[in-house]
């Protein structure tokens, strides 16, 4: 990102970009929040698309303009209810960033710290995947 250099959204926001005065197309971000300097979008590019042909036909360098971030189907976290979430075929994009926005350096700090510790004097041979449960919920 150039202008503004970072995106303050939140997880399950979208942008959109304006093809002409009643024409608009919006994708929702698939990245975390956590990292504000890139956004990445996952878009099902449809046969004769226009808006998504035009993304795919994008080069690195070219100039995008787009609006947002909108919407407000966000997550929130100090709800105490367990959530679920069902999306299909492309609509699981924000349910995805939401899923992968609550991991912070610190919780890996955490992870570090305990195999650095006495604590983990017994542990031996194991992975510990800090990633919200995001590499189970998409396994590609
Ligand atoms: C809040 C929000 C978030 C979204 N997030 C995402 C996302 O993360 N990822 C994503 O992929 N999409 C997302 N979408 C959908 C996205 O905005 C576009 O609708 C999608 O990319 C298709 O746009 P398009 O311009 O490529 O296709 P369109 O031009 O809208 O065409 C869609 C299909 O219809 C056909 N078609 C068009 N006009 C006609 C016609 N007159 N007769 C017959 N067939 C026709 C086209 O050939 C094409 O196959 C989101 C939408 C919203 C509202």
Do not use: H, Y
């Not at 036909?57 to 100039?63: F, Q, R, S, V």
């Not at 679920?84 to 992870?111: K, M, N, Q």
């Amino acid at each position: 990102m150039v202008e503004p250099a970072e995106l303050d959204f939140e997880a399950g926001q979208w942008i959109s970009v304006p093809f002409g005065p009643k024409i608009v197309r919006a994708w929702s971000m698939l990245s975390s929040p956590i990292r504000r300097r890139t956004i990445t979008l996952a878009v099902d590019v449809a046969p004769g698309g226009m808006g998504s042909q035009w993304l795919r036909a994008l080069k690195p360098g070219d100039p995008v303009e787009f609006k947002g971030p909108t919407g407000g189907f966000t997550f929130n976290r100090a709800d105490p209810r367990r959530a679920v979430f069902v999306a299909e075929e492309i609509g699981i994009v924000p349910v995805r960033s939401i899923l992968a926005a609550p991991i912070l350096p610190e919780d890996v700090a955490e992870a570090v710290l305990f195999l650095a510790s006495d604590r983990s004097a017994k542990t031996t041979g194991c992975t510990i995947t800090v990633d919200g449960g995001v590499k189970d919920a998409f396994p590609r």
